[in-house]
């Protein structure tokens, strides 16, 4: 198909979880990843902020860049089991705005 007609939203942390290898999808996909889902783990427990973790966003933010990417990052913010959680959720949004902002040149 062409990828003007069917583009992917990239959740990283989920393909990381699933043993893959996040900028090999990147690579492979390209011009076809329209949205990409941003989330933090530390030996795979989601954080409470985006921030550095299991998955290194600065390679990530390097794949993007090279294909070039023009989507739209969105933060998932999740917590599960293990989680600590010491702020707001505001708090934990605004912090991991400045993290994509520093990483991904926004």
Known sequence: T???????CLDVDWVY????DPLAL????GARVRDVHLR???QRVW?????PGDV????????LAAIP????????LAYEKGTTRTRT????????RAFVRRTFGL
């Open 26 to 29: 990147i690579k492979a996909a």
């Open 89 to 96: 959720v505001e708090e934990d949004l605004r912090r991991s």
């Open 47 to 51: 954080l409470e902020e985006l921030g």
């Open 56 to 63: 290194d966003y600065v390679v990530v933010a390097k794949g």
């Open 2 to 8: 062409d990828p003007a007609n069917v583009g992917i």
């Open 69 to 76: 990417f023009t989507g739209t990052y969105t933060v998932e």
């Open 17 to 20: 979880r699933g043993g893959q």
């Open 40 to 42: 933090t783990s530390r």
